[in-house]
């Protein structure tokens, strides 16, 4: 009788290494697929950036990296897909700001200005609202669906260094200090960590958006008391 109870959790535990095995399979067999597809429209990637960035969203969970044999997003995309792993942030950041038809309507190089654009102004913007009635940066109104993205660039500086009507702007003490927080979440093990910075409202204060994945959250204290 002792040796069947002894045998039930032996075969219960062969049955859960069995299910994770096929998950982990599962995962890698997904991963090489987005990676093939990845290879293919690099090509044509004009046309096919929207594509690739879905990709790299599915790539980027972390049960993906970890069943990759990857320590993070970044290594996975420079071990496996060829792509750094700036160039991959920029397509994630579009296909998580953009709908497919606005992105493709104003092709890669524009597409990531205009999130650049977005995560720079104060107000709570998204894509499609600039896309439809533009922004207003120094008192004036960029007309960002005609715009060039040399143009919208150099917007985006402008928000970023220079006070607006909503606020006082980004001083070099505050991109500082969140540039110093973000090295400390990644140096704490939080590798896909951002913090960005934005122009302040007429309250005067500028507003810091940190980034990090939810099973990274723990090190935000570590990370902040570090920076103090």
């Known amino acids: 009788m002792a040796r069947s109870e002894n045998r039930v959790p032996v075969a219960l535990a062969r049955r859960a290494e069995a299910a994770a095995q096929a998950k982990i399979t599962r995962l890698v067999a997904q991963a090489k697929e987005d990676i093939a597809l990845i290879a293919r429209r690099r090509a044509d990637i004009s046309d096919a950036f929207f594509d690739i960035g879905e990709a790299l969203v599915r790539l980027k969970?972390?049960?993906?990296?970890?069943?990759?044999?990857?320590?993070?997003?970044?290594?996975?995309?420079?071990?496996?897909?060829?792509?750094?792993?700036?160039?991959?942030?920029?397509?994630?950041?579009?296909?998580?700001?953009?709908?497919?038809?606005?992105?493709?309507?104003?092709?890669?190089?524009?597409?990531?200005?205009?999130?650049?654009?977005?995560?720079?102004?104060?107000?709570?913007?998204?894509?499609?609202?600039?896309?439809?009635?533009?922004?207003?940066?120094?008192?004036?109104?960029?007309?960002?669906?005609?715009?060039?993205?040399?143009?919208?660039?150099?917007?985006?500086?402008?928000?970023?260094?220079?006070?607006?009507?909503?606020?006082?702007?980004?001083?070099?003490?505050?991109?500082?200090?969140?540039?110093?927080?973000?090295?400390?979440?990644?140096?704490?093990g939080a590798k896909n960590a951002k913090v960005t910075v934005k122009a302040g409202r007429v309250t005067g204060a500028a507003r810091a958006t940190i980034e990090v994945a939810v099973a990274d959250l723990a090190l935000l204290g570590k990370a902040t008391r570090t920076t103090r």
């Open 61 to 188: 969970r972390r049960e993906v990296v970890a069943a990759m044999g990857c320590r993070t997003f970044a290594e996975l995309c420079e071990k496996h897909v060829g792509l750094s792993s700036s160039q991959a942030d920029r397509l994630v950041d579009i296909v998580t700001n953009m709908t497919r038809t606005d992105a493709l309507s104003v092709g890669a190089t524009k597409a990531a200005s205009i999130v650049a654009l977005v995560r720079a102004t104060p107000q709570a913007d998204t894509a499609a609202d600039l896309l439809r009635r533009g922004a207003r940066v120094r008192g004036k109104v960029v007309d960002v669906k005609r715009a060039s993205s040399r143009a919208i660039a150099r917007a985006t500086q402008e928000v970023r260094e220079g006070a607006t009507p909503r606020g006082r702007g980004v001083t070099k003490e505050e991109r500082a200090a969140c540039a110093v927080l973000e090295k400390a979440l990644r140096s704490a």
